[in-house]
């Protein structure tokens, strides 16, 4: 029985009292604050948005005409006087064809335009794709001149990190 004794009195001479827990008032943490991020001007936007030319596509084609290319290395260009701007492409097809085959033809025509500018020298993290197919039409004719000028590849302008800084419209 005093073996029991001293095992208890020894485990309850183990067992320590917790610390007590400062009562004073803690002050709030300091937030830490980001560098704000350099506004892109708007001129510099307006020029992207005056500047960049929408790219044409034969029918069924993602084929780059020169015509097209010559302006996506302007396009290029004014990418390259901006370094803090990226585009978002939008491939474009016009209404014949299933929705999906028209998906799949804007994502390749998106892509060649991305692949073209790349080649061009604009880096691929500033070019994102994305494919309308026939849902955003430019023209809501059913004839070859509503058509040619759906099967297109617009721009959106966006900052390199993703925000939205203008739409390149009416072009």
Same mark, same amino acid.
């Given at each position: 029985?005093?073996?029991?004794?001293?095992?208890?009195? =020894?485990?309850?001479?183990?067992? !320590? !009292?917790?610390?007590?827990? #400062?009562?004073?008032?803690?002050?709030?943490?300091?937030? &830490? %604050? !980001?560098? &704000?991020?350099?506004?892109?001007? &708007?001129?510099?936007? /307006? /020029? $992207?948005?005056?500047?960049? #030319?929408k790219v044409h596509f034969?029918?069924?084609?993602?084929?780059?005409?020169?015509?097209?290319?010559?302006?996506?290395?302007?396009? #290029? !260009?004014? $990418? /390259?006087?901006?370094?803090?701007? &990226?585009?978002?492409?939008?491939? @474009? *097809?016009?209404?014949?064809?299933?929705?999906?085959?028209?998906?799949?033809?804007?994502?390749?025509? *998106? /892509? *060649?335009? +991305? %692949?073209?500018? $790349?080649?061009?020298?604009?880096?691929?993290?500033?070019?994102?794709?994305?494919?309308?197919?026939?849902?955003?039409?430019?023209?809501?004719? @059913?004839?070859?001149?509503a058509w040619s000028a759906? +099967?297109?590849?617009?721009?959106?302008?966006?900052? +390199?990190?993703?925000?939205?800084?203008?739409?390149? =419209?009416? $072009?």
């Amino acid at each position: 029985m005093s073996r029991i004794v001293l095992v208890f009195l =020894a485990l309850s001479a183990c067992h !320590k !009292k917790p610390p007590e827990v #400062a009562t004073q008032p803690v002050s709030q943490p300091v937030e &830490a %604050t !980001k560098p &704000a991020a350099t506004e892109v001007p &708007a001129e510099v936007v /307006q /020029q $992207m948005a005056d500047h960049f #030319a929408k790219v044409h596509f034969d029918f069924d084609s993602s084929t780059l005409s020169s015509g097209s290319m010559d302006a996506l290395a302007a396009n #290029a !260009k004014i $990418m /390259q006087k901006h370094p803090r701007l &990226a585009v978002e492409v939008q491939g @474009h *097809a016009d209404e014949r064809g299933t929705v999906d085959y028209n998906l799949a033809l804007g994502d390749r025509r *998106a /892509q *060649a335009v +991305r %692949t073209y500018l $790349m080649e061009m020298g604009v880096s691929a993290d500033r070019v994102r794709i994305v494919s309308y197919g026939e849902e955003r039409p430019e023209s809501n004719g @059913h004839d070859e001149t509503a058509w040619s000028a759906n +099967r297109r590849c617009e721009f959106r302008i966006l900052t +390199r990190e993703g925000n939205v800084t203008g739409t390149v =419209a009416g $072009m």
